[in-house]
């Protein structure tokens, strides 16, 4: 199985808080994945940054995808939490992904547009959401797509940290010449020390040399 990772512009009036962020031009929207935002649940959970809530809110108000909202958590740094429910009338992409068995990793508005970041199995598994796009008359345009063949389908055995290790380490150019992420940068984004990230990717070179070897040993004879 191919892991493939794209990064997608998706823009349309009628897509969830579109209208909001064009009322708000100061909104920075985000999805709070990780708070259960699914197409079931009924509400969904965003990061908010902006500099005046009110206008925010009276954005909400006339936004004729969002129903019912509510301001759960607010900071002092111009950040908060809000719950939404959606309207009949608004574009939802998520169940479109995971008809397609993916998923998103991210979303987050782009001005009027908004950028995804989504997970799939394969690649044709994309197809639906051009498909969604072409019925639906939203602009749609792929600014990067990032496949994991190898790592992805061989076992050469990693664990899962090490594999996830080197997949966050590959795309965010941790390996390029010259580098475009410090090892910093990874540990934050795998969410461990520097140290710890060392190790891992350390170990799981060494692995995939090593299994490489063996590979290359047995092709030979």
């Known amino acids: ?39 079931t649940s009924g509400k969904f959970f965003y990061r908010i940054r902006s500099s005046d809530f009110h206008r925010f809110e009276d954005g909400l108000r006339s936004d004729h995808t969002i129903g019912e ?27 479109i992904i995971s008809t397609a068995n993916g998923v998103i990793l991210d979303m987050k508005n782009d001005g009027n547009g908004w950028i995804l970041t989504v997970w799939v199995p394969e690649r044709t598994n994309l197809a639906p959401l051009w498909d969604y796009a ?17 790592l992805g389908s061989t076992d050469a055995g990693l664990t ?10 590959l795309e965010r150019g941790y390996f390029e010449d010259p580098r475009s992420a410090t090892l910093s940068e990874v540990a934050a984004d795998l969410e461990i020390s520097q140290p710890a990230a060392s190790g891992l990717l350390r170990r799981a070179t060494k692995r995939l040399i090593v299994s490489s070897l063996l590979d290359d040993g047995e092709n030979s004879n």
């Open 69 to 95: 909202f509510e301001r759960v958590i607010e900071t002092r740094d111009e950040k908060a939490i809000y719950s939404f429910e959606y309207t009949d009338e608004a574009k939802v992409i998520s169940p």
């Open 134 to 150: 072409d019925r639906n008359d939203i602009e749609i345009e792929l600014l990067r797509v990032n496949e994991y063949a190898s």
């Open 160 to 169: 899962d940290s090490q594999r996830e290790a080197l997949l966050v380490a």
């Open 1 to 39: 199985m191919t892991d493939i990772k794209a990064v997608v512009r998706i823009e349309h009036p009628d897509i969830v808080l579109t209208k909001t962020v064009t009322h708000d031009q100061s909104a920075n929207v985000k999805s709070v994945l990780e708070a259960g935002t699914d197409p």
